[in-house]
């Protein structure tokens, strides 16, 4: 691409990453799709990606991300407002996802689980949508997984399901009660503990039909979601709560947003800190049952954290693949150089091990109604798979950014989008600590299950290299309950999966992931994996077709 300027021509600059079908260019993706029963869903895969993939979508995302949610706390006259308005690209955004089903397909007319393929499909697209444009994504997730919770209340879920399969998005400020289509957020964490829930100081008081709740949360997302999922001490203890923004007899709930947090990324999202100032909510589930209440939204958001971040992942390669291949250094395309290459393949690498055990991860979602097994290894590698690939996102997303040398680091390119978003999804919904923590709590309390998830996943990684260490190694270092060693486990359990999944989806990588990730001598930089030229070209191939 040529253009004249008075003072010179711009020249070996790579034309924008953009009106790429985000499906079709992505063969590890299809493969995983394949691989986990949702290939009937192709079709209609490829049309998303081409859809998502548009140069008008991702400008749409950098309008959204420049132009942050603004709170209004009062109105001109003093009057309390407790409203935040967004971008209306930030609008087109939640109209999109919510309207192609990504808050509500995994459930059936219930709020059971749908069944096989719908987690597979929904995690397919997700990730898609992860790669253009990932503020909006949070109400998405949190609204589809509440449903989980709310099967603790089946008469409030059986008002509040309707609004949320309506696949209809409905921003204006009114009663769930009277709008077509809703979202939900929760709030948990409070400024002396977000981790340690039960250290929550927020106070609920029975009252009439629901209770009423004081106190604060320091961090609630989405703020403008049409309900929350809350915990708060009732009489007998921690409980979960659903608090709609508006009260039964139609006045604004009494929710005050005090601030917006000037966050490092993610910032076409809101997170608000709020005060409940006595506002009005329906319990869901027991009193003092609340941790086990809400644990069944946690386990959902945890999994949409890995999506997401698989996303991200998969995003940034692909710009760096496509930077590589246009830009000349020293007469010859970066793509040609070998040194590159193995860093772009090592890249990679990483993300084929991402997107195969992130979407077995989603093929044990839909078969453990019937499957105990599968219920067992959902339960089990959620944490772990989560850990693994929203730890692995911000070092991955930093590399591809230095294939791309300065242009990689200023803000009208998407990389540094990418890189400042991708702490967040290791930071919440579990921190790195917290779920190996609840690794182990799981080893403890599930011995027998965890053991029959650990001996499936080295049936299916087989005898490629590394694997038969790395199951004696996790056996040592989780069985033994000692949680200053759960990460190195965790990380092992994860990468094992990873060998497990790409056998069945993809076996020509599964031998190069197990060599450079398993058996290699543990390094902590990319670029590093000793891979042959015809390994590297065969994983760059795969991650972007050349043309
Ligand atoms: C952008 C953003 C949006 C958010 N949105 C929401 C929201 O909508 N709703 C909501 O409720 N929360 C939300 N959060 C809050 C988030 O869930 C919490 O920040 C997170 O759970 C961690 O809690 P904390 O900040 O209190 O840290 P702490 O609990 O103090 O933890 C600090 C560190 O200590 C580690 N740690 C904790 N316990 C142990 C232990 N026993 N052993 C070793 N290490 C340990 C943790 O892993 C962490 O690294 C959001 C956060 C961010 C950044």
Same mark, same amino acid.
């Given at each position: 691409?040529?253009?004249?300027?008075?003072?010179?021509?711009?020249?070996?600059?790579?034309?924008?990453?953009?009106?790429?079908?985000?499906?079709?260019?992505?063969?590890?993706?299809?493969?995983?799709?394949?691989?986990?029963?949702?290939?009937?869903?192709?079709?209609?895969?490829?049309?998303?990606?081409?859809?998502?993939?548009?140069?008008?979508?991702?400008?749409?995302?950098?309008?959204?991300?420049?132009?942050?949610?603004?709170?209004?706390?009062?109105?001109?006259?003093?009057?309390?407002?407790?409203?935040?308005?967004?971008?209306?690209?930030?609008?087109?955004?939640?109209?999109?996802?919510?309207?192609?089903?990504?808050?509500?397909?995994?459930?059936?007319?219930?709020?059971?689980?749908?069944?096989?393929?719908?987690?597979?499909?929904?995690?397919?697209?997700?990730?898609?949508?992860?790669?253009?444009?990932?503020?909006?994504?949070?109400?998405?997730?949190?609204?589809?997984?509440?449903?989980?919770?709310?099967?603790?209340?089946?008469?409030?879920?059986?008002?509040?399901?309707?609004?949320?399969?309506?696949?209809?998005?409905?921003?204006?400020?009114?009663?769930?009660?009277?709008?077509?289509?809703?979202?939900?957020?929760?709030?948990?964490?409070?400024?002396?503990?977000?981790?340690?829930?039960?250290?929550?100081?927020?106070?609920?008081?029975?009252?009439?039909?629901?209770?009423?709740?004081?106190?604060?949360?320091?961090?609630?997302?989405?703020?403008?979601?049409?309900?929350?999922?809350?915990?708060?001490?009732?009489?007998?203890?921690?409980?979960?709560?659903?608090?709609?923004?508006?009260?039964?007899?139609?006045?604004?709930?009494?929710?005050?947003?005090?601030?917006?947090?000037?966050?490092?990324?993610?910032?076409?999202?809101?997170?608000?800190?709020?005060?409940?100032?006595?506002?009005?909510?329906?319990?869901?589930?027991?009193?003092?049952?609340?941790?086990?209440?809400?644990?069944?939204?946690?386990?959902?958001?945890?999994?949409?954290?890995?999506?997401?971040?698989?996303?991200?992942?998969?995003?940034?390669?692909?710009?760096?693949?496509?930077?590589?291949?246009?830009?000349?250094?020293?007469?010859?395309?970066?793509?040609?150089?070998?040194?590159?290459?193995?860093?772009? &393949?090592?890249? /990679?690498? %990483?993300?084929?091990? #991402?997107? !195969?055990?992130?979407? *077995? +991860?989603?093929?044990?979602?839909?078969? =453990?109604?019937?499957?105990?097994?599968?219920?067992?290894?959902?339960?089990?590698?959620?944490?772990?798979?989560?850990?693994?690939?929203?730890?692995?996102?911000?070092?991955?997303?930093?590399?591809?950014?230095?294939?791309?040398?300065?242009?990689?680091?200023?803000?009208?390119?998407?990389?540094?989008?990418?890189?400042?978003?991708?702490?967040?999804?290791?930071?919440?919904?579990?921190?790195?600590?917290?779920?190996?923590?609840?690794?182990?709590?799981?080893?403890?309390?599930?011995?027998?299950?965890?053991?029959?998830?650990?001996?499936?996943?080295?049936?299916?990684?087989?005898?490629?290299?590394?694997?038969?260490?790395?199951?004696?190694?996790?056996?040592? &270092?989780?069985? /033994?309950? %000692?949680?200053?060693? #759960?990460? !190195?486990?965790?990380? *092992? +359990?994860?990468?094992?999966?990873?060998? =497990?999944?790409?056998?069945?989806?993809?076996?020509?990588?599964?031998?190069?992931?197990?060599?450079?990730?398993?058996?290699?001598?543990?390094?902590?930089?990319?670029?590093?994996?000793?891979?042959?030229?015809?390994?590297?070209?065969?994983?760059?191939?795969?991650?972007?077709?050349?043309?």
């Amino acid at each position: 691409m040529r253009t004249a300027f008075d003072t010179h021509e711009v020249s070996n600059q790579a034309p924008p990453f953009v009106d790429v079908n985000l499906f079709a260019a992505d063969r590890p993706l299809r493969d995983a799709v394949n691989a986990n029963g949702a290939h009937t869903d192709i079709a209609a895969l490829e049309r998303f990606g081409e859809g998502w993939g548009t140069a008008h979508m991702f400008e749409l995302a950098r309008l959204a991300n420049e132009n942050p949610p603004k709170l209004r706390t009062f109105d001109p006259y003093g009057r309390r407002l407790d409203i935040v308005e967004f971008h209306p690209s930030y609008h087109r955004f939640m109209r999109e996802s919510i309207g192609d089903g990504l808050a509500c397909m995994t459930w059936d007319e219930h709020g059971t689980r749908a069944g096989a393929p719908t987690e597979v499909a929904r995690a397919a697209r997700y990730y898609m949508v992860a790669q253009v444009e990932n503020g909006h994504m949070c109400p998405v997730t949190m609204t589809r997984a509440a449903v989980a919770a709310l099967a603790a209340a089946p008469a409030l879920l059986a008002r509040v399901l309707p609004k949320i399969t309506s696949r209809q998005y409905a921003p204006e400020f009114r009663s769930w009660t009277e709008k077509s289509g809703i979202t939900i957020g929760m709030g948990m964490t409070e400024k002396q503990g977000g981790t340690d829930v039960c250290a929550n100081t927020t106070s609920a008081e029975p009252a009439g039909e629901g209770y009423l709740i004081t106190g604060h949360k320091w961090f609630m997302s989405a703020p403008m979601s049409d309900a929350f999922l809350v915990l708060a001490q009732a009489p007998a203890g921690l409980t979960c709560f659903f608090m709609p923004r508006f009260t039964p007899d139609g006045q604004v709930n009494a929710l005050r947003l005090q601030r917006l947090k000037d966050k490092l990324g993610n910032r076409s999202n809101a997170s608000s800190e709020v005060e409940f100032a006595g506002a009005f909510a329906w319990r869901v589930g027991d009193e003092g049952r609340g941790v086990r209440t809400i644990i069944e939204m946690v386990q959902l958001t945890r999994l949409d954290c890995a999506i997401a971040s698989a996303g991200l992942m998969r995003m940034a390669l692909a710009q760096a693949v496509h930077h590589a291949r246009h830009r000349v250094v020293f007469q010859r395309k970066l793509a040609d150089q070998s040194l590159m290459q193995t860093v772009l &393949a090592d890249l /990679a690498l %990483e993300c084929e091990g #991402a997107v !195969a055990a992130m979407m *077995r +991860l989603c093929g044990s979602y839909d078969l =453990a109604a019937r499957d105990p097994l599968e219920e067992a290894r959902a339960r089990l590698l959620t944490p772990v798979i989560k850990y693994w690939i929203c730890k692995s996102a911000p070092s991955l997303i930093y590399e591809a950014m230095e294939c791309l040398g300065g242009n990689g680091y200023v803000e009208e390119g998407i990389l540094a989008r990418l890189y400042r978003e991708a702490p967040v999804n290791a930071i919440w919904e579990g921190s790195g600590n917290v779920v190996c923590l609840d690794v182990l709590r799981a080893l403890s309390h599930e011995g027998e299950a965890a053991r029959a998830v650990l001996a499936q996943l080295a049936k299916e990684a087989g005898a490629l290299p590394g694997c038969a260490e790395a199951v004696t190694f996790i056996q040592n &270092a989780l069985s /033994a309950t %000692e949680e200053a060693h #759960a990460r !190195a486990g965790v990380e *092992r +359990l994860a990468l094992l999966a990873a060998v =497990a999944a790409l056998q069945a989806g993809a076996p020509g990588i599964a031998s190069a992931f197990a060599r450079h990730r398993l058996a290699a001598p543990f390094t902590r930089l990319f670029g590093a994996a000793e891979l042959t030229q015809a390994e590297a070209a065969g994983l760059l191939e795969r991650a972007l077709p050349v043309g």
